[in-house]
């Protein structure tokens, strides 16, 4: 069964940083993609950024220039670092995941392109 755990997130000042990690041991395909979302209280869930097989990595417009996302392929971790936050980064975050052996992914924000998610940490941003 495959389990993706989050941890790393808190409480932060706006401007600060938080790196998001998410374990990914159980996780193990040869192709995969894999993203950050998040949802705030009301609002619908919004992709944040992604990463696939070879590196190609695209993030949200929201997100651009403060957010980056990678994975430690030996480690199996995928991190989400998030610089210069702001109070409306304030929301849950999960990362998620497809992957197989066939198939060529490309970085996608749409979160029905996901097979497995996370539990989430909440990530706090106040002024």
């Known amino acids: 069964q495959v389990q993706l755990v989050e941890s790393g997130g808190g409480s932060v000042l706006a401007g600060g940083s938080l790196r998001l990690s998410c374990a990914t041991n159980?996780?193990?395909?040869?192709?995969?993609?894999m993203g950050w979302f998040r949802q705030a209280p009301g609002k619908e869930r919004e992709g944040v950024a992604s990463?696939?097989?070879?590196?190609?990595?695209t993030v949200a417009e929201s997100v651009k220039g403060r957010f980056t996302i990678s994975r430690d392929n030996i480690k199996n971790i995928l991190y989400l670092q998030m610089n210069n936050l702001k109070p409306q980064d304030t929301a849950m975050y999960f990362c998620a995941g497809r992957g197989d052996y066939y198939s060529h992914y490309v970085p996608s924000l749409d979160g029905s392109e996901y097979d497995y998610w996370g539990q989430g940490t909440q990530v706090t941003v106040s002024s």
């Open positions: 159980t996780f193990r395909a040869k192709n995969y993609r």
């Open positions: 990463i696939v097989t070879d590196g190609v990595t």
